[in-house]
């Protein structure tokens, strides 16, 4: 494995560390004819699997930097039965299994039968951060997914500088809009709308769902005004929802260019910079304190996506899917053992944006130490910091949905604890079925229960809009901002899981733009 260090360094070990089950059994070729040409699968396990499948054309060349081009239709059978190259990534880990690459904007198809009719679509947007990351991934196999009936999508979007570092200040209008990895989804759920039909699907019944950075690029993509009416219901997993201001990501490309010692104009030596040396450059800008950001490549509010994501549905912008949305009890545990989150640019930044909304981040951290003693100050420390920045998000936009739209609305709360690091962050990716994200906890067994009721809830969200537990009612979250526990033993929480938020609260009520979140 080779290894990049980055900032978000716990994205991207959930990413490539999972532990999971390869498929062993194949047997039949199965060709689908869609739209888009004809293709040949494999059947494993029971499961019928289209791997590598181009979307659009390679985002390289004269393409660099534009929004995706759609694929033209290939003339006779793709041999759809290995993954293709993923997209250049600035950090995170590599396996030696999957080759980056510029042809890189492909998708991978589950199906319990591609004979079948109107089975629910659901849709995977990978985490890491936005600059890792690849639906490539056997933690992202869709084999369980698939024998609940549902036929689901992984995809590979662009990452980094090259989805993300915003041009066009420099380079004119439509070059480098900052959010290219986000216009990549939306042309992967165009694409789905118009051939997922032959792999049995329902193109008017497509659940968008993510974890982490792949929950924020779920709700950008609800954000984007060329997704409306592509998606029918959204599942955000613990989302770190962060964008970038044109200014501040302005000035993130004027340093990105002249390290590069690229003039302003000068578009094609831009599109001649090997995808590499973004990557060699990365440790300086994440070295730095000016910008004061946990990431720096994001999405970037302009007219290509008008509205922070967060204030979304508050805006009157995605009102008419359905939501389940939730995060994990203890998500910054995942971070914590992996770097000092104590002086980090996530603390400095919720030093920042707390004060900035009338409060005091000493007194936050006071309040969860009264009101949880059971946690050290380490831990209280941690809870703190990710609520700040995955929990708070998530019921921001659920209140908005919830008081704005007809529309269904459902909160969790992931509180299944791992031996080592508690509910962590990347734990609730267990929904797939193929293990758990961290290596060091793949010896453990105590997961399947919960990932099979879990996956069954998310199945029953898609297919119905509603998420289904056996011997437990979910009820939409209301006034009373009802939770659900995703536990061993599932239960409802009511408002008293939030009493450590009052000192918070102002962040949730103030606009997310002007938060600087």
Known sequence: MQRRQFIFTGAATALFAGIGCTPTSHSMSPVVHAPAGSMQGHNVDGVYRFLGIPYAEPPFGELRWRPPLRRQPWSGVLRATNYGPICPQTGGLVSDDLIEGEDCLNLNVWT?????????????????????GTGANPLYDGGHFAREGVVLVTCNRRLGAEGFLYLEEFF??????????????????????????VFGGDPNNITLFGESGGAAATQAVIATPGSKGLVAK????SGGHGVQRPDTATAIAEHVTQQLNVGKGDLDALRQVPWQQFVEIYPDLESRTDWARPQIYLPVVNAHMPVHPVDAPHAGIGLDIDYLIGSCRDEANFF?????????QFERRARQVVAAAGASWDDVLARYAQLRPELDTEECFNAALGDMWFRLPSLRIAQGHQRHSKRNTYVYLFEWSSPLIGAAHALDLMVFGNGLALPFLGAFKGYEQTATMMRKAWVAFAASGSPQVQGQVWPP????????SIDRSPSLLGRSYRQQFPLLEPVIRRNWLTAGL
Not at 336 to 344: H, P
């Open 477 to 484: 979250y209301d006034d009373k901002q009802v939770t659900f």
């Open 172 to 197: 004119g209008e439509g070059v480098g809009p900052g959010n290219l990895g986000i216009q990549d989804l939306v042309m992967v759920l165009q694409w789905v709308t118009d051939n997922i039909s």
């Open 112 to 132: 319990p039968d591609p004979g079948a009719r109107d089975l629910p679509v659901m849709v995977w947007a990978h985490g890491g951060g936005q600059t890792s």
């Open 234 to 237: 959204a599942i955000l997993q």
């Open 336 to 344: 914590s053992a992996f770097m000092d989150l104590q002086g980090s």
